[in-house]
């Protein structure tokens, strides 16, 4: 049976899928989203061969936080069927997001796995050469400026870094504050790629997350992500190759996009 380590993994790909984000300074601004908004739904399921074993959800909606406009982005991750059974897991990630700072306000953390249960949520005070996050687990803590949770660090990161710039093999270093710490992903990109789909054929930005080498993973490279090549920047699938075998989450269904669903190729 797989640990927990390689379930969160499975989990936390629905919410990071591809966060390739570097800590940088942003201005106060006002600021138009261009690759998603409010009403955005993304739809994945996650398949072990022919085996359906869970589900996940990305959404988007409008919302006031302290009398103060964000956008309420909420991840989540269950398992279904058979390994419902043997191993249940409801799992919530949200974060409240100021659509012009581009930056969080809150963060919730909801996780139920088996009989492991974990609540915590953090506040963010972003200033310009740190950051204070006061986490109802840990309190006070000051960490880099303009960190992310593990969820807008998703959505900022197909606005500002899935684009032609990238170059084969590069690699980029993303900060997000995850489990009350500082949580640095390694990912690189691998290139362009034209996958068969459900929708058809997709041209995508493949990306590979540089994994732990251990119980779960066998090499760095164990794990591969696919990025719609339109302006959208949607995740479309997610491949792990596991000790155990290789797990694929698929998206299987969207609604309300920002731009039309155009990654298509003949």
Not at 9 to 31: C, D, N, R, V, W
Not at 70 to 93: N, W
Not at 235 to 247: A, E, M, Q
Request: hydrophobic share 35%.
């Amino acid at each position: 049976m797989m640990n927990r380590l390689t379930i969160n993994y499975i989990l936390l790909s629905f919410l990071l899928l591809s966060g390739t984000l570097t800590a940088e300074k942003l201005p106060a601004q006002k600021f138009q989203h261009k690759s998603f908004g409010p009403g955005e739904e993304l739809h994945y399921v996650m398949n072990y061969g022919f085996i359906r074993g869970g589900e996940g959800l990305l959404t988007v909606k409008d919302s006031v936080l302290n009398g103060r406009a964000v956008y309420h982005m909420v991840g989540k991750a269950k398992t279904a069927g058979l390994a419902d059974k043997i191993f249940k897991v409801r799992d919530v990630y949200e974060s409240f997001y100021d659509p012009q700072t581009r930056l969080p306000v809150k963060s919730i953390r909801n996780i139920s796995e088996g009989r492991y249960r974990w609540y915590n949520e953090s506040l963010f005070e972003q200033g310009e050469d740190s950051t204070r996050v006061l986490s109802q687990r840990s309190g006070e803590k000051w960490v880099v400026p303009n960190i992310y949770d593990i969820v807008s660090a998703f959505y900022i990161a197909r606005e500002k870094h899935f684009n032609d710039n990238l170059r084969e093999g590069q690699i980029i270093t993303l900060q997000t504050y995850f489990a009350d710490e500082e949580f640095p992903l390694r990912i690189r990109y691998r290139g362009l790629e034209t996958i068969n789909t459900h929708f058809g054929k997709l041209e995508c930005y493949k990306f590979s997350p540089v994994t732990e080498v251990g119980r779960s993973f066998k090499t760095e490279d164990d794990m591969h992500i696919w990025i719609t090549r339109d302006d959208n920047r949607v995740p479309v699938r997610i491949r792990f190759n596991l000790k155990v075998g290789s797990f694929v989450c698929d998206l299987e269904q969207f609604r309300g996009l920002k731009n039309p669903f155009s990654s298509f190729v003949p």
